[in-house]
């Protein structure tokens, strides 16, 4: 059964920066695509970024240049190193994971499984 438990949310002032973790478990992790999605309140939910299993990346229009998406296969962890944080990166950030090792789409449909998210405030 497949497992991801999300982690480092909370509070920051704008230009700021956060690090969220994802750990995955009950699936070859090295072999599926991983990646981060984000909801606000009333908001559809978001792609931000995607890695697959060749360490291609794909980042959301709004966040490239300041999100960066890795994962350490050895750990079973996914990340998002988030800076220069506004208040509209203000959201519930899930993970997500899916077997098709070349995933790179960024509709939230595509996407197989799921974690609980872990939330993220940025004040101005």
């Known amino acids: 059964q497949v497992q991801l438990v999300e982690s480092g949310g909370g509070s920051v002032q704008s230009g700021g920066s956060l690090r969220l973790s994802c750990v995955g478990s009950?699936?070859?992790?090295?072999?599926?695509?991983m990646a981060w999605f984000r909801q606000a309140p009333g908001k559809e939910r978001e792609g931000v970024a995607i890695i697959n299993s060749v360490l291609t990346t794909k980042y959301g229009d709004s966040v490239k240049g300041r999100f960066t998406i890795s994962r350490a296969n050895a750990k079973n962890t996914l990340y998002l190193q988030m800076n220069s944080l506004k208040p509209e990166d203000t959201a519930r950030y899930y993970c997500a994971a899916d077997s098709r090792w070349s995933l790179l789409g960024l509709l939230w449909t595509d996407w197989g499984y799921w974690g609980q998210g872990t939330q993220v405030n940025v004040s101005s």
């Open positions: 009950g699936y070859t992790y090295s072999g599926y695509s």
